[in-house]
């Protein structure tokens, strides 16, 4: 990916990896674990111009706890 339309910069192509885990509690709720970059390498996310440019986020991790209500 170029930078900006002069060509000038050019970004290096790369592979994130992601993962997920979902375990099922019950019914009604259910535990979820996400790790962002797995691998932890690093790139550049996007750029503006070539001076602008966005390293991407470093491994990173999420835990959630989802629970279904209905109602009546």
Same mark, same amino acid.
């Given at each position: 990916?170029?930078?900006?339309?002069?060509?000038?910069?050019? $970004?290096?192509?790369?592979?994130?990896? #992601?993962?997920?885990? +979902? %375990?099922?509690?019950?019914? *009604?709720?259910?535990?979820? $674990?996400?790790?962002?970059?797995?691998? #932890?390498?690093?790139? +550049? %996310?996007?750029?503006?111009? *070539?001076?602008?440019?966005?390293?991407?986020?470093?491994?990173?991790?999420?835990?959630?706890?989802? %629970?279904?209500?209905?109602?009546?």
């Amino acid at each position: 990916m170029y930078t900006s339309t002069d060509n000038t910069v050019r $970004l290096p192509g790369f592979t994130r990896v #992601d993962a997920a885990v +979902y %375990a099922k509690i019950d019914k *009604n709720m259910r535990a979820q $674990l996400n790790i962002e970059n797995l691998f #932890d390498k690093n790139y +550049y %996310a996007s750029a503006h111009n *070539n001076n602008n440019i966005t390293p991407g986020s470093p491994i990173a991790a999420r835990v959630s706890l989802i %629970a279904n209500f209905k109602f009546c």
